[in-house]
């Protein structure tokens, strides 16, 4: 079985893993990612139908912090992403209610975006990692299938209680305080539905109308958002309540309720022509930790990263992963361990 090695192991590709892995090899430090998707971006993604496409996890982002801020002028500065809105619809056609949050997309999708910020990091996409210990200089961690990795520090960005389990396989053992903090960490759960639209939709401008009461509360035209320009494909994602109603539903039922709620907004003589359903087990902290990251107590160098960190969301994420970047820089142990 192969083993490949690196200074830095990074599990998760999603913002925080890349974010993560930016700053670090920007301070001269061998980064290697990994993920378990067929491509880099966790909960930003953008999926194919068709001939179109459509985000169907994060929409937009906000940036409430200087420091994202420039990062997102960064973006925009690119070409990487544009400003998309200052509030939704109320859905009655009279125009757009502000509520004062700048909103930015990803230009083309959210995958275009992460894939370019991930462009230049060593990265291995079709990997599921089933198991971290430790070993006498860092961390190995198995792969589905036997491949392993090994690295003087670890950071790992999947939702925690995913996190945990590598941990829980690999017969690490936290102290009762990190076991607690991680612990209290959960998610509630989304459905996102894709549909590919045979005609228009009267989706207001600009391609987005957020009902924030209803069971599904966000209806998304991807084509008037510039992700699917030769297709008309609409995204609707779910409150938690429905999807805890209906995660163990039959996919057709989760369609036909999500088609009901797209019906109204069908330009006459429209019919939906494909359709996908996304389940999110993880889709937002409802609990998050009151630091940006958490270096684990009595390990070898080991971070926790992701949205789950302070948070909130996208910008939560990218700071999250800057701060576990920050600390492994200055972590005594990994400072050792790299001479
Ligand atoms: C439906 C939905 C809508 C959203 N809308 C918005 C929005 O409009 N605005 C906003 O700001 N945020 C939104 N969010 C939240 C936003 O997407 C997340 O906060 C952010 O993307 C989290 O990034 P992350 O790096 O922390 O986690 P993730 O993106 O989840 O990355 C974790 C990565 O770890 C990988 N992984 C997990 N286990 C393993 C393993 N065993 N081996 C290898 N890899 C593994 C996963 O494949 C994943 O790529 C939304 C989320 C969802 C689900």
């Given at each position: 079985m192969s083993t490949r090695k690196s200074e830095v192991l990074i599990i998760g590709a999603g913002l925080s893993g890349v974010s993560a892995a930016r700053r670090l090899q920007g301070a001269g430090v061998d980064v290697l990612l990994l993920d378990k998707?067929?491509?880099?971006g966790g909960r930003m993604s953008t999926r194919r139908i068709g001939n179109g496409a459509a985000?169907?996890?994060?929409q937009f982002f906000t940036a409430t912090t200087p420091e994202f801020q420039r990062v997102v002028d960064g973006w925009e500065a690119e070409g990487l992403a544009f400003f998309w809105d200052i509030g939704w619809s109320t859905?009655?056609?009279?125009?757009n209610e502000s509520e004062g949050h700048t909103r930015y997309a990803a230009k083309g999708g959210m995958n275009r975006l992460m894939k370019h910020l991930a462009a230049d990091i060593p990265t291995e996409t079709n990997v599921r990692i089933v198991a971290v210990r430790q070993t006498e200089k860092g961390w190995e961690a198995e792969a589905e299938g036997g491949g392993l990795y090994q690295s003087a520090a670890l950071i790992l960005t999947p939702p925690p209680p995913q996190a945990l389990a590598l941990l829980q396989a690999g017969n690490v053992h936290l102290t009762a305080m990190d076991a607690d903090i991680l612990g209290r960490i959960h998610y509630s759960s989304a459905l996102t539905g894709i549909f590919r639209i045979e005609g228009t939709v009267t989706i207001p401008a600009p391609g987005a109308v957020h009902r924030p009461a209803e069971p599904l509360p966000w209806v998304a035209d991807n084509q008037q958002k510039g992700v699917s320009p030769d297709e008309t494909v609409v995204t609707i994602n779910s409150n938690s309540d429905y999807a805890q109603r209906y995660?163990?539903?039959?996919e057709v039922e989760i369609l036909e309720t999500m088609k009901a709620a797209l019906a109204r907004y069908l330009s006459p003589g429209s019919r939906v022509v494909e359709s996908q359903i996304q389940r999110w087990?993880?889709?937002?902290?409802r609990h998050t930790h009151s630091q940006r990251t958490l270096r684990t107590s009595g390990t070898r160098p080991l971070f926790f990263a992701g949205d789950?960190?302070?948070?909130?969301l996208i910008e939560g994420a990218w700071l999250s992963g800057e701060a576990a970047a920050t600390g492994l820089l200055s972590d005594a142990d990994f400072i050792t361990a790299r001479v």
């Open positions: 998707g067929r491509s880099v985000d169907h996890g994060a859905g009655s056609f009279t125009g995660w163990d539903a039959p087990r993880y889709a937002f902290p789950a960190f302070h948070g909130p």
